[in-house]
């Protein structure tokens, strides 16, 4: 067979010398030990946990190493591209700090671009043309119902499905068959002409899961698809190694690809990047683990983190938290450092599943938020509510003295114990509401209407909202022993048969009138902040109902 001529025939017209591209591309400039890592989405416009986990990993090592992190987008797959998916993956990424140094629409040093795969057709096209030419590809001529007869064939016959070996049917293809095929116009691949042994095992070095053993790639893949366009498996091997890519953290679910990987790579004649694949989001199902699933669980799109209004520092905390198992010490005792200076390392990376656990995530998001000041958490929430609040919560924003003076009290800054309240964004705008309008009651009274009444009527009489705390207070205590409750919690304690219950309950039946809850900050600084007007209408609308 004169592969020189097929060559020229499946793949026409003048490409580069291979020499070309590894001038154009050169090995980086960088230090001995920089990394050079990627994340490499699909456009599909769902951009996940799983990404930003492994994102979070290439930007650190990246980043510590003096290296280099970029963005390439993988579109091979048209079928499945979505518009504005770019922008999409680029927003949700910035949001939780991953900063990529070149890359699709980054900017930055373009020597190792285009970014987009598609963009790159023409050296995908001048390596697989020389790969035909050195007898290591074919064109297939097999149309999709001969595919899936022979997958159904196989299924049946119990063995593994996909085409190579005895299955290769192009592979033998005569030179005569070959050419009548390309003179009908027949429509073609080309796949890869596979040298290897599924008896055969490798051993791989795996940068998280360490020594394994991997069974050689026998499948004859596609490498050009009949649209010209390369398969994401070789389109990924020519650009890791002509952007110079050093380190490729990926998802675990790549592992049953790295067969493919490894002799694309060596077919090529690349030297391979080092691969570490890292473990799965797993979720607690009842008795059960299961990884994280699109269908079923909202909190593997990023997109849910920003609606529901995460702290951003806080899912990278709690990622970090899963990613490197010294992380959560080291943070114990540096709770004011910047996480960058936390060293990362891949040897602590988890070799199998991490439960990924929202109630976890919302502690950590409580804790983060309680350390902000009022105003860091005024331009938190304002972010969050310009893009996801609704009107109404759009204009608990117009006032901000007046939001400030609520977050402080939210917050308890300025007090020993800051509250531990807002865990999201969204979550406090229902925490907040009471503040701007009164809204339904949530909590229902514990006492009996006629005492209801009693109380918050008593209350309005002794009503000054000049009192400081401790004169509003004693005036509370005063209500409470007229009707019936105790003053002091003590003498409730020792004696509960003999009162209608304690000063406490007393102060919940005006809690729940003026906010609607049982449960809230200072009431005494609530109803300084609503003011003596609003306060009264509100209690007053409560007598009688
Ligand atoms: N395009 C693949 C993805 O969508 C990238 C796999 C890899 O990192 O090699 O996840």
């Known amino acids: 067979m004169d592969c020189q001529k097929l060559a020229e025939r499946l793949l026409p017209g003048k490409y580069p010398a291979l020499s070309f591209y590894e001038e154009k591309y050169p090995p980086r400039a960088l230090g001995r030990d920089a990394e050079v890592t990627r994340l490499a989405p699909s456009p599909t416009g769902f951009?996940?946990?799983?990404?930003?986990?492994?994102?979070?990993?290439?930007?650190?090592?990246?980043h510590q190493s003096g290296g280099v992190m970029y963005l390439r987008i993988e579109d091979t797959d048209d079928k499945r591209r979505v518009d504005g998916a770019v922008e999409a993956v680029k927003n949700a990424l910035r949001y939780f700090s991953i900063r990529f140094d070149e890359g699709a629409e980054i900017g930055g040093d373009d020597t190792y671009a285009p970014w987009y795969q598609r963009?790159?057709?023409?050296?995908?096209?001048?390596?697989?043309?020389?790969?035909?030419?050195?007898?290591k590809a074919y064109p297939c001529f097999c149309t999709e119902e001969e595919l899936s007869a022979l997958r159904e064939a196989q299924t049946e016959a119990k063995k593994i499905t996909g085409y190579y070996g005895e299955y290769a049917r192009c592979r033998n293809l005569t030179e005569d068959e070959i050419y009548r095929n390309l003179d009908a116009g027949k429509p073609?691949?080309?796949?890869?002409?596979?040298?290897?042994?599924?008896e055969h095992k490798l051993s791989f070095r795996d940068e998280i899961k360490g020594d394994i053993t991997v069974t050689e790639n026998d499948q004859d893949v596609v490498i050009l698809k009949s649209d010209g366009i390369p398969t994401y498996h070789f389109a990924h091997a020519i650009d890791d190694h002509f952007m110079r890519?050093?380190?490729?953290?990926?998802?675990?679910?790549?592992?049953?690809?790295?067969?493919?990987?490894?002799?694309?790579?060596?077919v090529l004649g690349f030297d391979r990047p080092r691969y570490g694949h890292n473990c799965s989001?797993?979720?607690?199902?009842?008795?059960?683990?299961?990884?994280?699933?699109?269908?079923?669980?909202?909190?593997?799109?990023?997109?849910?983190?920003r609606q529901e209004g995460y702290f951003p520092r806080a899912v990278?905390?709690?990622?970090?938290?899963l990613l490197n198992s010294n992380f959560e010490e080291w943070y114990r005792k540096n709770p004011e450092k910047p996480l960058e200076e936390f060293p990362f390392s891949v040897r602590k990376m988890g070799k199998s599943g991490a439960l990924f656990d929202l109630d976890k995530l919302n502690d950590i998001s409580k804790n983060e938020l309680s350390c902000l000041s009022a105003e860091e958490m005024y331009a938190f929430l304002k972010e969050w509510a310009d893009e996801y609040g609704s009107a109404e919560e759009k204009k608990y924003f117009e006032n901000r003295d007046y939001l400030l003076k609520v977050l402080n009290l939210v917050m308890g800054t300025g007090g020993k114990k800051r509250r531990k309240d807002i865990m999201t964004a969204r979550q406090s705008m229902t925490l907040l509401s009471y503040f701007f309008r009164k809204g339904n009651r949530e909590d229902a009274y514990r006492t009996d209407a006629k005492t209801k009444d009693d109380i918050l009527n008593a209350f309005l009489n002794t009503y000054d909202c000049n009192d400081d705390a401790q004169v509003w207070f004693s005036k509370l205590k005063e209500v409470a022993s007229s009707l019936g409750f105790a003053a002091e919690m003590r003498d409730y304690k020792a004696d509960p048969g003999a009162y209608k219950g304690s000063v406490s309950d007393v102060a919940e039946v005006l809690r729940i009138a003026t906010t609607g809850r049982a449960n809230t900050p200072d009431l005494w600084t609530v109803m300084r902040i609503l003011g003596a007007e609003e306060t009264k209408k509100r209690i007053r609308e409560e007598i009688g109902t």
């Open 316 to 321: 990278r905390v709690y990622m970090l938290t």
């Open 245 to 266: 890519t050093t380190l490729v953290i990926r998802g675990e679910e790549w592992l049953a690809s790295l067969p493919i990987h490894l002799e694309l790579f060596s």
């Open 47 to 62: 951009i996940h946990l799983g990404n930003l986990f492994v994102a979070i990993a290439n930007e650190r090592i990246a």
């Open 119 to 135: 963009q790159r057709a023409e050296i995908y096209r001048a390596f697989v043309k020389d790969l035909v030419a050195r007898g």
């Open 281 to 305: 989001l797993m979720k607690q199902d009842g008795e059960t683990r299961r990884k994280l699933s699109k269908r079923k669980d909202p909190e593997l799109s990023l997109e849910f983190y």
């Open 188 to 198: 073609f691949v080309i796949r890869l002409k596979s040298e290897g042994n599924a």
